[in-house]
């Protein structure tokens, strides 16, 4: 397995602009987590969903964000718009049971102007 | 709110030298902890879980441990090596309102220089 899958590896945009952030979790895996990373305030936990229903999204900051999972294989993040403060990794991970080992992809380097 | 402290926050030692990475936890009903490993630029690598009725796990230099009554997990590296540079990071998976939650710790930096 290629493991999980994130895409793009770097975005930059432009303060107001949309922005997709894609994932594709390990084939079998019924939990998928998307975590967002700073130097400031680590590693959070956003939302996560189980057989692609969302469970928990009290880490998602505000309405900007969202997040949808619409078969098991495709998860996205949408911010819109975008802003300075929304810079920052975020990862995507996914398990093959709630307390199972994690696994995560690459990252996307978000920077946003 | 369930906090996960990391000490040292960094860490440089001699090729060679074993070491302890130290983790601690505010909530002791925990599920499981895990250590993981990130390199720059990179993900998060799963080293060891240890699920909460566990002590230890153990992965070929690497040992980590479970103390729930004292709210502690330690992380020991044998023999360090310079490819063993990178960020440790402790994560304990707690209950939080009904839902498991994951929570980090900041890390420890380590680097082993040759």
């Known amino acids: 397995d290629a493991g999980v899958i994130q895409s793009p590896r770097h975005e930059v945009t432009e303060m107001g602009q949309e922005v997709t952030l894609r994932c594709k979790p390990i084939s079998g895996h019924d939990y998928l987590f998307w975590y967002r990373q700073t130097m400031m305030r680590g590693l959070e936990l956003l939302i996560y969903f189980n057989n692609n229903v969302p469970i928990d999204d009290s880490g998602m900051p505000e309405d900007r964000f969202s997040a949808k999972m619409p078969n098991a294989s495709f998860s996205t993040l949408k911010i819109q718009p975008s802003e300075p403060r929304d810079s920052a990794v975020y990862f995507c991970a996914s398990s093959g049971g709630p307390s199972a080992k994690l696994f995560f992809g690459s990252g996307t380097q978000l920077s946003v102007l | 709110k369930q906090e996960v402290t990391q000490i040292p926050a960094a860490l440089s030692v001699p090729e060679g030298e074993n070491l302890v990475l130290n983790c601690s936890f505010t909530?002791?009903?925990?599920?499981?902890l895990q250590w993981f490993r990130q390199d720059p630029g990179k993900g998060l690598t799963s080293l060891l879980l240890?699920?909460?009725?566990?002590r230890e796990q153990t992965s070929g230099r690497l040992n980590a441990s479970l103390d729930k009554s004292s709210g502690r997990s330690t992380l020991y590296i044998a023999a360090s090596q310079p490819g063993d540079s990178a960020t440790y990071l402790c994560a304990f998976l707690f209950m939080n309102t009904g839902f498991q939650k994951l929570v980090f710790g900041t890390g420890t930096r380590l680097l082993v220089s040759p």
């Open positions: 240890i699920q909460s009725s566990q």
């Open positions: 909530d002791s009903a925990i599920y499981n």
